[in-house]
């Protein structure tokens, strides 16, 4: 009732019924789509340097994507294959937020993988190459090298041995430093 007087109101059109208790997942996933949707309609059509902030705005989202996906590989050592891709596809599906949603081709591709040892390494590697976060996850694997902290041989390995929370911390860091220091090249109120 609250929605139909917002622009929000037609996303449940075509629900047979949106207020039942099951399906307040699937109202909160149509709401999120439809922001994404108009988030990216605005970031389309802005020019530099909001196109940029915006994009910075959107990072944090995917960042939250990609940790979410390398914790769920590196954590999954017993599933099966098939139990590993539905519990992938319901990461990007009901989790993660469409504002930091993967393009579907990198999605599909993360998807496929397995949970051995080359396939998590190769989905990292996958993740970092066809993402606009990429460059956070390997500065902090260049600035965790260069402290002399080892982190072990392959990436999943480095993913595993060290803290995922302070892994989530010091890529968000890396993250929040580049987009304070956008904002303070912009000047005037932006960089206050």
């Given amino acids: 009732m609250n929605l139909q007087e ?12 949106p207020t039942a208790e099951k399906d307040h997942k699937r109202v909160r996933i149509a709401c999120r789509k439809k922001l994404a ?16 902030f915006l994009d910075f705005v ?3 989202y995917m960042i939250s994507t990609v940790l979410e996906l390398l914790k769920l590989a590196s954590e999954n050592t017993e599933s099966t294959e098939d139990e590993f891709r539905k519990r992938l ?3 990007l599906k009901e989790q993660a937020n469409p504002l930091g949603m993967l393009d579907d081709s990198t999605a599909k ?10 396939e998590i390494e190769e989905l990292y590697a996958t993740v970092l190459v066809d ?11 260049a600035e965790s090298a260069e402290s002399g902290v080892i982190l072990g041989g392959d990436v999943a390995s480095r993913i595993r041995e060290q803290s995922l929370d302070r892994f989530e911390t010091a890529i968000r860091k890396i993250w929040m430093e580049d987009f304070r220091d956008f904002c303070s090249e ?3 109120e932006t960089a206050e």
């Fill in 186 to 188: 912009l000047g005037g």
């Fill in 131 to 141: 993402t606009p976060v990429g460059r956070y996850f390997e500065r902090f694997l």
């Fill in 89 to 91: 596809e319901r990461v």
């Fill in 109 to 118: 591709a993360i998807t496929a993988f397995g949970t051995s040892e080359a």
């Fill in 58 to 60: 959107s990072h944090e």
């Fill in 6 to 17: 917002t622009d929000y109101g037609s996303i449940l059109e075509d629900e047979d019924n």
């Fill in 37 to 52: 949707d108009e988030f990216e309609f605005l970031r389309t059509q802005a020019s530099e340097p909001l196109s940029t």
